[in-house]
């Protein structure tokens, strides 16, 4: 069982709504990344971090931000959900180097009503 | 362009029965590639990594090959369970590059009694 942990699990909420979306790893991990995956659908990547106050923008244009002030933590933030930002979100981390393993967290499923 | 592609994109099969997927890539350079396998709303778990040296590489039932010169990998299910039931995604890493993690569309299993 991987230890990167990701809050809510599920979450519904209106249009316009400000909201964050939590991941943590107790792993040690530098890397650290955010996909977006629709059902049925593969995943992108919108968001990944080298280490602390590092963060890049994926290949998948996001509206959301993200910040890295800490190793563990790496949340993801949406200023004013709207219903095209209803989808899964994943986030994963991994050592530095290669052959190394991504572990993904369990997902939080975003609905904007 | 790094590419990974999968098929079938959807497959079912009878409870007790063999199966094989397929993975072929365009990544270069080429560092390792894994299979994971990923339960409906969860987070995708590792199943297998192949390195370029690697030709097959078993965990439990399951059985992954690479073919490093025709870039191509399959995931062989040995004695279907319900269990099984699943997205299988390939995903091929780079030896450079600032995002080297490239996934592939995914193969849906589902196996039926």
């Known amino acids: 069982e991987a230890d990167i942990y990701q809050t809510p699990r599920y979450l519904v909420i209106g249009t316009g709504k400000k909201i964050t979306l939590e991941c943590s790893q107790t792993m040690g991990h530098d890397k650290m990344y955010w996909y977006q995956q629709d059902p049925g659908m593969e995943l992108h990547l919108i968001h990944y971090s080298y280490g602390v106050n590092s963060t890049e923008k994926g290949d998948l244009s996001s509206e959301s931000t993200v910040s890295r002030i800490r190793t563990e933590h790496f949340p993801l933030t949406l200023e004013s959900a709207r219903p095209s930002h209803t989808s899964q979100y994943l986030c994963?981390?991994?050592?530095?180097?290669?052959?190394?393993?991504?572990?993904f967290g369990q997902g939080t499923r975003l609905t904007v009503v | 362009k790094n590419q990974v592609e999968q098929s079938p994109q959807s497959l079912i099969i009878l409870e007790g029965k063999n199966c094989t997927l397929q993975c072929n890539y365009t990544v270069s350079p080429f560092s390792n590639l894994r299979w994971y396998k990923q339960d409906t709303g969860r987070g995708p778990v590792s199943l297998t990594i192949?390195?370029?040296?690697?030709n097959t590489k078993s965990n439990g039932r399951y059985t992954a090959t690479l073919d490093a010169d025709t870039k191509q990998s399959s995931l062989h299910i040995t004695a279907s369970q319900l269990s099984d039931s699943a997205s299988y995604i390939c995903v091929v890493s780079a030896k450079t590059g600032a995002n080297n993690l490239f996934f592939g569309t995914g193969t849906r299993l589902t196996v039926i009694p």
């Open positions: 192949m390195t370029f040296s690697e």
């Open positions: 994963a981390s991994s050592k530095d180097g290669q052959n190394t393993e991504a572990f």
